[in-house]
């Protein structure tokens, strides 16, 4: 008589254990400036920007708080956030189309990630849900620029692999956001 009242009891158990399984697991890393995400889908490692000198990224557990398919920020000059995953406060993991910048910190405290790359993100945590954990600390040295002062007029100087703003010294297209601001 008590199997038919110990049965469904047990199923939702398994079923619950199942669905806590499935949740997307997102992992990003400071000092690697790298991404691993754990889902039901596969498993996957891209590379991320985070905080840039004078910023940071919370460290920490998170949880999803609110998902946008297209955000404007209205802090950063109503700047392109596409497939925002928001875990705390304004935070957010989101699209970035500066993907040259991909690899090195220059956020002003968001994790960006490729358009394809947050969208893939965005169906998982939409799917599934997500757990984001964030750990290390932001790599330290030539990754960021500084202005300085040369006749007149002010010019970025290189501390790395990159220049920025007037002066600079890549191939890449000048962008308004000199700054590399989008978020």
Not at 7 to 15: D, E, G, R
Not at 87 to 116: D, K, N, Q, W
Not at 136 to 152: I, T
Request: hydrophobic residues 35%; charged residues 10%.
């Amino acid at each position: 008589m008590r199997f038919p009242v110990i049965a469904p009891a047990i199923l939702f158990v398994l079923a619950s254990a199942g669905a806590a399984s499935a949740t997307a697991h997102i992992h990003i890393n400071l000092s690697t400036q790298t991404m691993h995400v754990q889902s039901s889908s596969g498993s996957y490692s891209w590379p991320v920007s985070t905080a840039r000198a004078g910023y940071s990224t919370p460290r920490g557990s998170f949880a999803p708080t609110g998902m946008q398919p297209m955000h404007y920020s209205r802090k950063y000059h109503m700047s392109p956030m596409p497939h925002s995953i928001f875990f705390r406060g304004g935070y957010a993991i989101h699209g970035s189309y500066e993907t040259g910048m991909l690899g090195r910190p220059a956020s002003h405290g968001c994790v960006r990630l490729s358009p394809g790359h947050a969208a893939m993100l965005y169906q998982m945590v939409q799917n599934e849900g997500g757990r984001i954990s964030i750990s290390g600390a932001r790599p330290h040295g030539h990754y960021y620029a500084s202005a300085r002062r040369s006749g007149g007029g002010v010019y970025a100087a290189s501390r790395g692999r990159q220049s920025y703003g007037v002066g600079r010294t890549t191939a890449e297209p000048f962008s308004p956001f000199w700054s590399g601001g989008f978020d």
